[in-house]
């Protein structure tokens, strides 16, 4: 598996920045990853199934998601089985500081098969890394400029 954490401090509360994170159908707005999602609107809650269409490490792709955890202004996580073995857990955290929010975005991926693992080991890693560092900054730009919290 490979793991990757990263965090950024946005000017919202901690609910704001999470219920707008865990709307996956605005993933599109602020992920480059994700190209389309087909999900009930507003913050998903555990149990939830949604689909995503993805561009991730130079490739695309499908992932099927469900919502495993839930609480609302603390922690939200999913876990994604996609098409060509990836299976992945993504997890949202957010505490309290001072003017805001600090986001944490957890990504725990494996990639099944010899060969998409040494790709992964080669290229997709640090592809993937560079479009989940863009991803946090445009979430604090989206959510900035709405001016949403």
Same mark, same amino acid.
Not at 46 to 73: C, K, M, N, Q, S
Not at 119 to 141: G, P, T
């Given at each position: $598996?490979?793991? $990757?954490?990263?965090?950024?401090?946005? /000017? /919202?509360?901690?609910?704001? +920045?999470?219920? *707008? +994170?865990?709307?996956?159908? @605005?993933?599109?707005?602020?992920?480059?990853?994700? @190209?389309?999602?087909?999900?009930?609107?507003?913050?998903? &809650? +555990?149990?939830?199934? =949604?689909?995503?269409?993805?561009?991730?490490?130079?490739?695309?792709?499908?992932?099927?998601?469900?919502? #495993? +955890? *839930?609480? &609302?202004?603390?922690?939200?996580?999913?876990?994604?089985?996609?098409?060509?073995? @990836?299976?992945?857990?993504?997890? *949202?955290? #957010?505490?309290?500081?001072?003017?805001?929010?600090? =986001? #944490?975005?957890?990504?725990? *991926?494996?990639? /099944?098969?010899?060969?998409?693992?040494?790709?992964?080991?080669?290229?997709?890693?640090?592809?993937?890394?560079?479009?989940?560092?863009?991803?946090?900054?445009?979430?604090?730009?989206?959510?900035?400029?709405?001016?949403?919290?």
């Amino acid at each position: $598996m490979t793991l $990757m954490r990263h965090e950024i401090d946005l /000017s /919202s509360p901690p609910e704001a +920045a999470l219920a *707008y +994170a865990c709307t996956a159908t @605005l993933w599109p707005e602020w992920h480059p990853s994700s @190209l389309a999602v087909r999900a009930q609107a507003g913050p998903l &809650p +555990a149990g939830a199934r =949604f689909d995503e269409d993805i561009h991730a490490g130079g490739r695309p792709g499908h992932l099927t998601w469900e919502v #495993v +955890a *839930y609480v &609302p202004g603390r922690r939200w996580q999913a876990v994604a089985e996609g098409d060509r073995g @990836l299976r992945l857990v993504l997890t *949202y955290e #957010v505490s309290p500081v001072a003017g805001g929010t600090r =986001f #944490v975005r957890k990504l725990d *991926y494996h990639l /099944s098969g010899w060969l998409l693992a040494l790709a992964d080991r080669l290229v997709l890693r640090r592809r993937i890394e560079r479009e989940s560092a863009v991803s946090l900054r445009q979430l604090r730009d989206v959510v900035e400029r709405a001016g949403r919290g």
